[in-house]
């Protein structure tokens, strides 16, 4: 019987198009978040202030960004953060960033499948059914959860189909974002007023106002985390495509982003006086059918928020099944979730895997969002610190691996992408701790992921002690000369 390390290295099928990645990168930023949590941004920052705090994490975002296009470019290999972290920190850190990294993915489908029901008992009312449980201070209702689980095994059979069958689902799904969202704002702007914006910030001091910043600022890793779902996909992408416009695709997913950010907030905050705003469980679609009193227009923010759910939805649940394949393909974690559909080229364990740990997630109910937004925070800014300090020391310690694209503006832009990406997980990180004056959930919940990591870690010791350190770097990295 031929053991797992003297097999070959797992290979996916190809067939991703350039134009899908940017469709995974801005499907998966802007998601439903615009319209589930707009009433915390007003509240926590004010009109003016969230639009600030978008902005400058946005920018941040956009650094980071071509970062990780230089990174992508030299290792296009699925698994991204795998194979980079491991080049630049060795696999210890590799794994590490790419577990928390996972957690993102995995749990935000979870985030995804809870907040589908809060759209559709919008658009239906009382659809949420009998209350079967209560978890975490919030009742869970059966139909409520049946839709969740319903959806998330749809998109899990779509992904159980290969790449190109996923990336071709989310183009759809993307076009569909993108024209209902520009019905809602030239709405909101041409029937909105500016009077509508006051209060700009949130408190009455300039301090008040500039930890009403900080406060939407904290979550801005999780809400710009998606551009990272383009390496995910890196060897899935059809032959002769130009690796050299990647930094283009990334760019464009973030700039985009943060504009369509910006005129979100700025059309649902001039559509109806705040006091009315943070009264409505779903500002954005209240305000636009309040200020045109129109239901049609506010059933076109649900459907606009549906498309984005499910873009999001669909994008991190491919972008988790690529992170753990490659997490056992490297024997960091059972190569059996390595194992590669023989018809579809997807990684079938990996997206069985990926289903199962997000329906849980799905079982804690509504008062789960805002946890799973906040350990997300926390571990998209430390695998993006992790990422961009692995480009600089990779510039050191591998100056002559070719590098089809190169971050512009030398040393000089790499260690303020660096700084930026300390600032931004450091804020991340504190915010729950300040805000809670006690040890906060999202810690526990990184916590017991980190446990669960561990033991996923040690129970594929064996494979990494059976196969040679050329041999593992072959398996991350596809470096041909690496072969035993």
């Not at 650094?63 to 953060?81: D, K, N, Q, R, S």
């Not at 996972?102 to 659809?127: H, K």
């Not at 559909?341 to 079938?348: A, E, N, Q, T």
């Not at 594929?460 to 690496?482: F, G, H, Q, T, Y």
Request: with cysteine; charged share 15%; proline share 4%.
């Amino acid at each position: 019987m031929t053991s797992a390390s003297e097999r070959g290295r797992e290979k996916l099928g190809r067939g991703i198009r350039l134009r899908s990645l940017f469709s995974l990168a801005f499907g998966t930023i802007i998601g439903v978040g615009w319209i589930i949590v707009m009433g915390a941004w007003l509240s926590g920052a004010g009109a003016v202030g969230a639009i600030i705090a978008f902005t400058i994490g946005g920018l941040v975002m956009l650094a980071i960004g071509l970062c990780y296009a230089e990174m992508a470019a030299a290792y296009p290999v699925t698994g991204g953060e795998v194979a980079y972290v491991f080049e630049a920190w060795g696999a210890r850190w590799s794994f590490a960033a790419a577990w928390f990294l996972g957690f993102i993915y995995i749990f935000t489908t979870s985030y995804e499948a809870i907040s589908v029901e809060w759209l559709v008992s919008a658009l239906i009312p009382d659809f949420g059914g009998p209350v079967i449980y209560t978890l975490l201070g919030q009742e869970v209702r059966l139909w409520s959860l049946a839709l969740g689980l319903a959806v998330m095994a749809a998109i899990t059979i779509i992904n159980y189909r290969g790449g190109k069958t996923a990336a071709w689902f989310q183009d759809v799904m993307t076009a569909g974002l993108i024209i209902l969202t520009a019905i809602f704002v030239v709405a909101g702007l041409a029937g909105g007023s500016v009077a509508n914006l006051e209060p700009m910030f949130a408190g009455e001091t300039p301090s008040a106002a500039l930890a009403g910043v900080a406060v939407v600022l904290a979550t801005a890793a999780f809400w710009y985390a998606g551009f990272d779902t383009i390496p995910q996909a890196m060897e899935e992408v059809e032959e002769g495509a130009k690796l050299r416009l990647l930094p283009r695709v990334i760019g464009a997913s973030i700039v985009f982003a943060l504009i369509f950010y910006c005129l979100v907030i700025l059309a649902t905050a001039m559509s109806m006086s705040r006091p009315e705003l943070l009264a409505s469980e779903l500002p954005a679609a209240a305000a636009i059918e309040a200020a045109f009193d129109s239901p049609l227009l506010g059933r076109i923010v649900l459907f606009a928020g549906l498309c984005g759910l499910i873009t999001t939805w669909n994008a991190l649940f491919f972008a988790g099944t690529r992170i753990i394949f490659a997490m056992a393909r490297a024997h960091m974690i059972p190569h059996r979730l390595a194992k590669v559909h023989d018809r579809y080229g997807s990684p079938s364990a990996a997206v069985i895997f990926v289903a199962v740990m997000g329906a849980v997630g799905t079982l804690f109910g509504r008062n789960a969002i805002l946890v799973i937004v906040g350990a997300g925070s926390i571990s998209a800014g430390l695998v993006f610190l992790v990422v961009v300090l692995g480009v600089i020391r990779l510039r050191k310690t591998k100056p002559d691996h070719p590098r089809p694209y190169r971050v512009p503006g030398g040393r000089a832009c790499l260690y303020l992408s660096a700084a930026l990406a300390l600032v931004l997980a450091g804020v991340a990180t504190w915010e729950p701790f300040r805000a809670a004056g006690r040890i906060p959930p999202e810690w526990i919940v990184l916590g017991v992921w980190a446990a669960l990591g561990f033991a996923f870690y040690r129970a594929a010791a064996p494979l990494r002690k059976a196969v040679s350190d050329e041999k593992l770097r072959w398996l991350i990295l596809s470096d041909e000369d690496s072969t035993e």
